[in-house]
């Protein structure tokens, strides 16, 4: 009996740790993410099919904004995290769309087609530390996610998707990067 209760002490630790770490990669990887409330940055930028496609375009809709690219492990890393938060989403209501930091729009269509991603993939020819549509959203580190509400206003920024999943009231894969790419640990 004494072990039993031993364990479920050290389940319930281990939780409330992972709950921390969910909150330290935000306070050390989000801290200048735009705030709720403000409002989500207009942009527009060409989709895999080379049509271009603006954040307005989803209005009326809740926006979850993706900031990746495909050299970054942890992006690829929370590919399944957004797969499930895709497929427990309503899409009337909820509209996934990724900006990729790609270096090449090869490697970002590639990387695309061979791993089925959903939802309006975005192209951003700039690259990270170049582009115009990263810095009027504060992006120093990837993947870093939005979720911008029906009226256009941003309601959370982060770099956890388990918190995205959560605002959405959806379930996801429930895994956390172990470490975010700035452009110094992720540059090639």
């Given amino acids: 009996m004494k072990r039993f209760l031993i364990l479920i002490a050290l389940v319930f630790m281990g939780q409330a740790v ?4 969910a909150e330290d990669l935000d306070l050390t990887y989000a801290t200048d993410l735009l705030a709720p409330g403000a409002e989500a940055p207009e942009f ?19 926006v979850v904004l993706v900031f990746w690219a495909s050299w970054c492990p942890d992006c690829r890393a929370e590919v399944p995290e957004l797969k499930a938060m895709m497929a427990a989403a309503d899409p009337s ?3 996934f769309v990724s900006v990729s930091f790609d270096r090449t729009r090869e490697a970002f269509e590639t990387y695309v087609r061979e791993n089925y991603l959903g939802g309006v993939q975005l192209f951003e020819p700039a690259g990270k530390k170049e582009s115009a549509v990263g810095a009027a959203y504060h992006v120093k580190w990837i993947p870093s996610l939005y979720v911008i509400g029906k009226d256009g206003k941003v309601e959370l920024g982060t770099v956890v998707a388990a918190k995205v999943a959560k605002a959405l009231g959806v379930s996801g894969a429930a895994s956390l990067p172990k470490a975010m790419c700035s452009d110094e640990s992720c540059s090639l």
Avoid: M, N, W
């Avoid at 992972?18 to 770490?21: H, V």
């Avoid at 527009?44 to 809740?62: C, H, Q």
């Fill in 18 to 21: 992972f709950a921390q770490e």
């Fill in 44 to 62: 527009t930028l060409d989709d895999i099919a080379g049509k271009p496609v603006s954040i307005s375009d989803f209005r009326g809709r809740k």
């Fill in 93 to 95: 209501e909820v509209a």
